[in-house]
């Protein structure tokens, strides 16, 4: 029971989702947005928490058809970057932060860590409202980490001054599809009480049965190998990604 309002709430452990499943659509109806929609759906994501409430992101709307037809080239073929009625790029913004103290004289600090780590924070809590607001209002989402293969080829496409950090691409439009659910790991596995606690072995075994179904081979952990295990994608994107930290000023 909520004490204020003293409204009663049951949850079960099979209880029916709070909101709409996430869906990732990577199929878009042709059509633009009607006018207004997209600010709209914008000043949805300013309304998630920030730190400081300094605002540290911004959301650059590639319109340019030959910008997005390049990004999706490097994305990995991509053709929903290309094709959806809307792409934005998703940034940490400090550039914005820091002229905003110079306007009144002050000198900005030095923190690039920190501000790395904070304006990541705030851009992601953005993105996810503003994902909440366009598909409460029916339109299909889906985010692209695959801008980072090209990182260093978009700074340049989007000119982004230092400190700016393009993170990951949002695909937004007329779904074309009807995406089924995909899977999770188990609550327990997310959800630690005081500490952090390991998985045991069996916690593993159910995780990755519980996954399977979200390949087409049926092999999890094949898929996160080809990712995160030694000579994966993450270790091919890493030597672009420091650069860029350097160039934008977020090197430490």
């Known amino acids: 029971m909520d004490p204020w309002s003293g409204r009663v709430y049951r949850f079960g452990m099979n209880a029916e989702p709070i909101l709409a499943p ?4 990577r199929v878009f ?3 633009p947005l009607p006018e207004g929609m997209l600010e709209r759906i914008v000043r949805e994501g300013q309304r998630a928490p920030t730190d400081a409430t300094a605002q540290m992101y911004s959301f650059v709307r590639v319109t340019s058809g030959d910008v997005r037809r390049r990004i999706a080239e490097f994305s990995g073929d991509q053709s929903h970057v290309a094709a959806a009625a809307e792409f934005l790029v998703v940034c940490a913004d400090l550039h914005r932060l820091e002229a905003v103290l110079e306007s009144r004289g002050c000198q900005p600090g030095t ?7 904070f304006a990541i924070v705030d851009a992601t809590l953005a993105a996810q409202r503003l994902v909440d607001a366009a598909e409460a209002l029916g339109l299909g989402t889906v985010c692209i980490g695959g801008i980072l293969n090209g990182i260093e080829e978009l700074v340049g496409l989007l000119a982004l001054p230092r400190g700016v950090l393009p993170l990951f691409g949002l695909c937004l439009g007329w779904p074309g599809e009807a995406p089924v659910e995909r899977p999770r790991v188990d609550v327990a596995s997310v959800l630690h009480t005081d500490r952090y606690q390991g998985q045991t ?7 990755v049965a519980t996954m399977a179904a979200i390949t087409r081979s049926g092999d999890w952990i094949g898929v996160l190998a080809r990712y995160f295990a030694s000579g994966g994608t993450m270790e091919q994107r890493e030597g672009a990604l420091r650069r860029v930290l350097e160039r934008q000023g977020f090197a430490w």
């Open 29 to 31: 109806r042709p059509g």
């Open 22 to 25: 996430h869906r990732s659509v």
């Open 201 to 207: 072995p069996e916690a593993i075994y159910t995780d």
């Open 111 to 117: 923190y690039p860590a920190t501000g790395l780590h």
